[in-house]
């Protein structure tokens, strides 16, 4: 008998010796070896037992468990997009190539009911803007039952990933749309925003797994933030005086400080790891509108 113990030693020595990128949502070799290991075996990730490790691993799962492998090692697949699923706080969504695996550090924010940067009323409106597979918004929906939870993305694939989600993770609505140019209300209370802002440096060295996402999701032109301009901006006219936003910039907060002395971005330090989210007030972000008269095209192109 070859036990679970034994098989996922091998997995995560072969997982070790391939080179790899771990960014997808599990840390090591380890992690992404038992998730690869119980799949295959057909095993809940976060309700199997410890007890099984020395249970014996069935041999009908062996084939696909060498699919699964050579998938990640040789094809560079992040795990998510092998087992069809991953996790994001205490939900499982199902996830492919039709949009970015779920990771944003931003669900700390969500799960900690965005304190203790939110101070308004309950929150009656949460945007979730470039919501990918919908894995924020669906989470904030969680916490949030009370409050209308919409989704949008510009990306037809995307939603329609969010969409299949959602027969799990119920939300409020979805458009399909560039950025925030649909919203009409001026009555937001919270937007969360992981949009696209790899910056082209970082785009031209991206470790091979990340080349199976959709460009559209990644690259956010040459400072990273072609789109987190125009971002801010739509943020400043739909939130309500009470309002925040929270995005996420990853490596481009660098960037993100110098665009404007009127812009205050409040850096969240990240318990569970990640870097480069702000949380932004809606007063700020409408004094900086006004100081860069963001409604010309021309200055707020710039
Ligand atoms: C970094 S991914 C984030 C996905 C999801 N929020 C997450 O955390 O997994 C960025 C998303 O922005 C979408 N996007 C790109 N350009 C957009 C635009 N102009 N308007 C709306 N969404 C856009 C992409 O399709 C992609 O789903």
Redesign the pocket.
């Known amino acids: 008998m070859t036990t679970f113990r034994e098989i996922l030693i091998a997995a995560e020595t072969e997982l070790l010796s391939a080179d790899l990128f771990f960014g997808h949502g599990y840390e090591s070799a380890h992690d992404e070896a038992v998730a690869l290991v119980l799949a295959a075996a057909d095993c809940s990730l976060v309700d199997t037992s410890a007890a099984i490790l020395d249970t014996g691993y069935p041999a009908t799962a062996l084939p696909k468990l060498r699919s699964f492998l050579t998938a990640r090692c040789e094809e560079r697949l992040p795990v998510a997009y092998i087992t069809g699923e991953a996790w994001l706080g205490h939900l499982c969504f199902k996830s492919d190539a039709r ?6 550090p ?1 669900a700390e924010l969500v799960l900690n009911h965005f304190e203790p940067w939110y101070q308004g009323p309950d929150p009656q409106v949460i945007i ?9 918004g669906m989470l904030a929906k969680s916490l949030f039952p009370g409050a209308q939870v919409l989704l ?4 037809s694939a ?1 939603l329609s990933l969010a969409s299949e989600n959602s027969q799990i993770h119920a939300v409020d609505g979805m458009v399909r ?3 925030l140019s649909w919203c009409r209300s001026s009555c937001v209370d919270i937007i969360i925003a ?4 790899v910056d082209a440096d970082d785009m031209r060295g991206l470790p091979a797994e990340y080349r199976h996402e ?1 460009g ?3 690259a956010g032109g040459e400072d990273g933030l072609d ?1 987190v301009r125009v971002l801010l901006a739509d943020a400043a006219r739909i939130l309500r005086p009470t309002g925040i936003l929270i995005l ?1 910039v990853g490596n481009s907060f660098g960037a993100l400080d110098d665009l404007s002395d009127q812009l205050h971005p409040i850096w969240v330090e990240l318990e569970q790891g990640g870097h480069g989210v702000a949380v932004f007030m809606a007063q700020d972000l409408a004094q900086w509108a006004v100081s860069e008269d963001t409604t010309n095209p021309v200055v707020s192109a710039k």
Do not use: I, K, T
Request: glycine letters at 12%.
């Open positions: 949009a970015l695996v779920p990771r944003s931003v979730d803007v470039c919501c990918g597979g919908g894995s924020l949008s993305d510009l990306d995307a749309g560039d950025l992981n949009p696209p802002y959709p559209l999701a990644l789109l996420e």
